[in-house]
Structures are given as C-alpha cells and as structure tokens.
C-alpha cells in the first residue's frame, strides 16, 4: 500500500477546483467517485459499461451489516446493506477485507433511484468491496492478535489531528505522520484550538519542523479561522480523514467543516485524557463536495511498517547515506553520519530518539506478523495433513 514516491498526484495543491460545472449523471461524484474507479469498477466486475447504478460507499461499518451511501435521484442518502455470503466468505479469508468507512463497494441490487425503499423490506447486500486506492491501517493491539485494522479506506487526505492546547505533543505528531504516510494519502498536520495560545504561527512552525512534506495548518473551529485550505481540499472533491488523539478536536472541526453538528463533541476530562467521545468511524459529506471520515481518539497506534518512517524522518534518511556502514543503526557505529548530527547540532536528539521509539515498535510488530503468519502456515499444513490421514491411512 505504501507507495509515495510512484503516487500520482491525487489533488491539484494550491489552486483546487471545485466540483461545480462538471457533469454528475451518476450522481456519484458527490460522495468522491472519479473515472479510476470507473476502470476499477469495471476490472473488478468485468461489466462494460460499469453498473453504477449498484455503486454505495460505506459511511458507518459493522460487522455483518454496514450504512452506505447511494446517489439517489433527489441526491446522496443512506441505507444499510447486509454483507452478501461471498463477501462473508472472503472476510473469513482475510480480515482486512471487512468493508471499512470511505470503501466503495457494489451492492447485489440497483439502488432505487425514486429515494424509497424496495418495498418488501429486503435490505441490499454489500456483493464487493472495490480495491482500496489508500487506507490507513493501524496493527491491532489486542493481545494474542496481530492482525491489522482498516481506520480509514479510500481517503485522498490523511489529516493528522493535534490540539494546540494544553500542548502539542511532537512525538504524537510523528507517529501519526507514519500511519498517514503508510496509507498512501498525503498527509497533512492540522492544530487545532489556536484560539487558546498566544503565538499559533510560531508552534505552526514548530511542528512544520517535525513534518517535512506535509502542509501544516493552524485552526480554530470554534472561531471558524483557518479552514480554507480544508474547504479548499474538500471543494475538490477529495476525502479527507481526520486522525487524532480524543479531545484534539476532530468531531468539532468535522462538524466545522460539514456545517452542521453531525457527530457529538464533548469536554475534556479534568485529567486530560479526554473522553472518547467519539466511538465509531463514519464519513460525512461536505456539503461543497468532498467527504470528511471521523475517527475515534486512537490510544495507542501500532505501525503496521517501518517504510514510511524514511518519509517522516527524511532528515535522517538522508543523513543516513552518509554513514560509513551502509546496515547502520545510528546507535553507536563509527563513521555515523546522524550521530555525528546530533553531536554538531543539526540534528535535534529528541527526533533521533523517536525515530528509535518507532522503528523498534514497527520492526516489533513486523515479527509478531510472521509469528502469525508460520502459525497459520503450520496450521494449514497441519490440516491439510490431518486430511490427506483421514483419506489414506485407514485403520
Ligand atoms: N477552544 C477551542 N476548543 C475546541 C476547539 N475544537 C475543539 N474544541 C474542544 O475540544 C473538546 C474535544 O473536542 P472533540 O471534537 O469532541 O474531540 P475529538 O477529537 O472528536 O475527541 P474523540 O471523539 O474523543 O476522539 C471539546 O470540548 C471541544 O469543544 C477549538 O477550535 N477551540
Ligand atoms: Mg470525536
Ligand atoms: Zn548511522
């Protein structure tokens, strides 16, 4: 999934169009389809012209059962579909196939386009989820699992969501980076509460520091300063995901941005931990264009890889060319090019620290995955063993 550098360009940067103008007749544009994924559509089904009349996008998943966007006549709603027994059966056979929110999916009937239901009170079946362009996929932290879990699919923006006040939290900052530049949509920083510090523009800056690649915005919902770039990002038509810590502001600024209160928001707690607000992931549309996926207060994000954190630490990774032995950790080789760094000053020891921090835990997590992965080999053949017992060695 991650692929920066082959990316294409997904959104036009500064001067974002907007979706007026163009031509709709599917209707589909307005939750954030595009003609790649006609082609998709079309590869996956192998039904020329596509059938997008059957096409929903999930806003709300569950398990066995998700909401779903259609293009209905009289514009977007929601219905819930049912997933088809194929579908179930692929889910058995990789958990990362469950439909997530922001998936685009083909539903086993035409959606009515009247904006009533069927009638006989039968739900639509979710029949296939299309390939996913980017999702930001977390490693599952329950114990004894490691499989990893879809937070977003299909977002053309992962928006990396950090309070300004009390504080912000750089290493926080970092590690969320890594999970939205390994989903493969471009990240970006958003701080928000700058209502509540003195000097936004200089933490702005700070942070910027810390997010090389990524454009950094300070925002304050609650007095609606900022958001253009957003508004502009979303009036394109892109899907934006909001990704955070409970209580950074994520719900406030969705609402913000689709302009009336669609998700609930609260205070935070007198400890600081904030509350959880927010318990499920679902996709908003602005009302502009575009979409908004809010997410619940991650905890605790496993990185399901290391790649991306050559593209948070890309100071480091190029300090790294530098180094006399080509496999060097920068722990205490000699000839180190980013020790040698932090020891002049140009490399500040706090960022050597959390690259540390994370490609420990990555490269944790990467084993815990082939720990899986042989168990569930040697399952197999042990099965497959069992089988061929049963149908050859009779007593
Ligand atoms: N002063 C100020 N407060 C804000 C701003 N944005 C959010 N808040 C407050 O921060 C608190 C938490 O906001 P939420 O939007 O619920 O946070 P969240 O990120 O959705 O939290 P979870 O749903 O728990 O993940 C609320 O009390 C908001 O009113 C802002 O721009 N300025
Ligand atoms: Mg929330
Ligand atoms: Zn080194």
Known sequence: MHAPHDRPDLLPSSDAGDLTGLTDPTGLLTLGWDDTWSSALVAATDLDPPPHERVARVCRAGRGT???LVAGASGPRTLTADWSPPLRRAVAADPTAVPAAGDWVLLDGTVDQGGHDPGDGARPGVALVLPRRT??????????????????????VAAVVEPMAPDVDLARVERLLA?????GARPVVVLTKSDLV???DALRREVADVAPGADVHAVSAAGDVGLEPLRALL????TVALLGASGAGKSTLLNALVGTD???TNALRTDGKGRHTTVTRELHLAPGGGAVLDTPGLRTVGLAG???LDDVFTEIDELAAGCRFADCAHEHEPGCAVLAAVEDGDLPERRLLSYRKLLREAEHQAARVDARLRAEAAGRIKARTKAYRRQHVRP
């Open 135 to 156: 999702a930001v996929v977390r490693a599952q932290v329950a114990a004894g699992s490691s499989h990893e879990q879809v937070l977003a699919a299909n977002a053309d």
């Open 306 to 308: 290391h790649e991306a």
């Open 235 to 238: 009036a394109s038509g892109a």
């Open 262 to 264: 669609v998700m609930r």
């Open 179 to 183: 999970l939205a530049w390994s989903s």
């Open 66 to 68: 998700c909401d779903v």
């Open 198 to 200: 003195a000097l936004p």
